[in-house]
T-cell receptor, first 113, second 109 residues
Framework: DAGVIQSPRHEVTEMGQEVTLRCKPISGHDYLFWYRQTMMRGLELLIYFNNNVPIDDSGMPEDRFSAKMPNASFSTLKIQPSEPRDSAVYFC???????????FGPGTRLTVT | ELKVEQNPLFLSMQEGKNYTIYCNYSTTSDRLYWYRQDPGKSLESLFVLLSNGAVKQEGRLMASLDTKARLSTLHITAAVHDLSATYFCAVDGGNQFYFGTGTSLTVIP
């Protein structure tokens, strides 16, 4: 298996622009997670899905952030409009079920200028 | 909100020595995870602990869970340079997953 795939790996954009991050989970995994990692705030869970349904989005910082999972093999995290404080590494992870380890993708390093 | 505290935050140790990283959490949970992150890389799962008293070992690392004390430990035996990384514990708090601040470990030859 190729593992969790994320794209792009690096994104540089200007403040106010829309950013879309993409994730393909491991086949057969029922859970998908979006995390954000910064030096200041550490690793934060933004939202997670079970069988394509959002379960908890309380970690989404504000309405500028949205996430979708239209099918079992694809998810997006969108930021519109982006702000410099959104600069971070965004990780997608998937797991077979609750109580199982999460497999993390390589991350997307987002820089908003 | 569940809080997860790790200590120490930074650890510098010599090769061959033993040490323990501690992970305390603030509410009831019987699912705890340990991950490793190398600089500039993603996270890699080390252990999944799912019950009180659970103990798992892999190579020079051993993890344990005491749900009554709300404490997990990651013990390092005879450290080697390859273990240098940041180690995170994470707790399943029901609807949310909470990561600790991480422990940055440097093993000195």
């Amino acid at each position: 298996d190729a593992g969790v795939i994320q794209s792009p790996r690096h994104e540089v954009t200007e403040m106010g622009q829309e950013v879309t991050l993409r994730c393909k989970p491991i086949s057969g995994h029922d859970y998908l997670f979006w995390y954000r990692q910064t030096m200041m705030r550490g690793l934060e869970l933004l939202i997670y899905f079970n069988n394509n349904v959002p379960i908890d989005d309380s970690g989404m910082p504000e309405d500028r952030f949205s996430a979708k999972m239209p099918n079992a093999s694809f998810s997006t995290l969108k930021i519109q409009p982006s702000e410099p404080r959104d600069s971070a590494v965004y990780f997608c992870a998937s797991s077979r079920n609750r109580g199982y380890e999460q497999y993390f993708g390589p991350g997307t390093r987002l820089t908003v200028t | 909100e569940l809080k997860v505290e790790q200590n120490p935050l930074f650890l510098s140790m010599q090769e061959g020595k033993n040490y323990t990283i501690y992970c305390n959490y603030s509410t009831t949970s019987d699912r705890l995870y340990w991950y490793r992150q190398d600089p500039g890389k993603s996270l890699e799962s080390l252990f999944v602990l799912l019950s009180n008293g659970a103990v798992k070992q892999e190579g020079r690392l051993m993890a344990s869970l005491d749900t009554k004390a709300r404490l997990s430990t990651l013990h390092i035996t005879a450290a080697v340079h390859d273990l240098s990384a940041t180690y995170f514990c994470a707790v399943d708090g029901g609807n949310q997953f909470y990561f600790g601040t991480g422990t940055s470990l440097t093993v000195i030859p």
